[in-house]
T-cell receptor, first 114, second 110 residues
Framework: GAVVSQHPSRVICKSGTSVKIECRSL??????MFWYRQFPKQSLMLMAT?????????EQGVEKDKFLINHASLTLSTLTVTSAHPEDSSFYIC??????????FGPGTRLTVL | QKEVEQDPGPLSVPEGAIVSLNCTYS??????FMWYRQYSRKGPELLMY????GNKEDGRFTAQVDKSSKYISLFIRDSQPSDSATYLC??????????FGSGTQLTVLP
């Protein structure tokens, strides 16, 4: 299957700081990228969907000013958690889809906000 | 009622057993059906993808879709301890985003 990378894999930050997570499709062009959040022993919660060059579409209840998403190219999307607080601590996973139907996931980023 | 229902388990089986994982759904517009495997603290890995009804086989894995019953299955033959993970079903129609089941936690005991 296609490869999606995510960086960093783990980040610890102080409350009030901003954190940027990168998601890259390594061997295909991702026309659509998705950002998910996952709590322990729970399924994936879709946060937002983005197409290259367009503004992201956020799911209900997700603050777009809190979670900034940029999909600047067909291989890169970034999620910035602004002014992070302990309740933002979670496992964030990106996913990418090209022209086909299959959707491929990155390895995830574990964010801990102290 | 959730659009996709999946028994969360946990499910424990001995090594070599045949495992059956299932999901039911309510949205008749779903056409694309996927199974993902997720190891602890990792991102989901796409195992199988099926379009509409029918069976698909890949090695020890077989995916089945019965659209008339709105029921999908994943069978794992000759299960191995390395198959221990959470298995997520996912599906979509013409919408861009997938709808996921809650995941079934599987443990294969050596």
């Amino acid at each position: 299957g296609a490869v999606v990378s995510q960086h960093p894999s783990r980040v610890i930050c102080k409350s009030g700081t901003s954190v940027k997570i990168e998601c890259r499709s390594l061997d295909f062009q991702a026309t659509t990228m998705f950002w998910y959040r996952q709590f322990p022993k729970q399924s994936l919660m879709l946060m937002a969907t983005s197409n290259e060059g367009s503004k992201a579409t956020y799911e209900q209840g997700v603050e777009k000013d809190k979670f900034l998403i940029n999909h600047a190219s067909l291989t890169l999307s970034t999620l910035t958690v602004t002014s992070a607080h302990p309740e933002d601590s979670s496992f964030y996973i990106c996913s990418a889809r090209g022209t086909g139907v299959e959707q491929f996931f990155g390895p995830g980023t574990r964010l801990t906000v102290l | 009622q959730k659009e996709v229902e999946q028994d969360p388990g946990p499910l424990s089986v001995p090594e070599g057993a045949i495992v059956s994982l299932n999901c039911t759904y309510s949205n008749s517009a779903f056409q694309y059906f996927m199974w993902y495997r997720q190891y602890s603290r990792k991102g989901p890995e796409l195992l199988m993808y099926t379009y509409s009804s029918g069976n698909k086989e890949d090695g020890r894995f077989t995916a089945q879709v019965d659209k008339s019953s709105k029921y999908i299955s994943l069978f794992i033959r000759d299960s191995q301890p390395s198959d221990s993970a959470t298995y997520l079903c996912a599906m979509r129609g013409s919408a861009r985003q997938l709808t996921f089941g809650s995941g079934t936690q599987l443990t294969v005991l050596p």
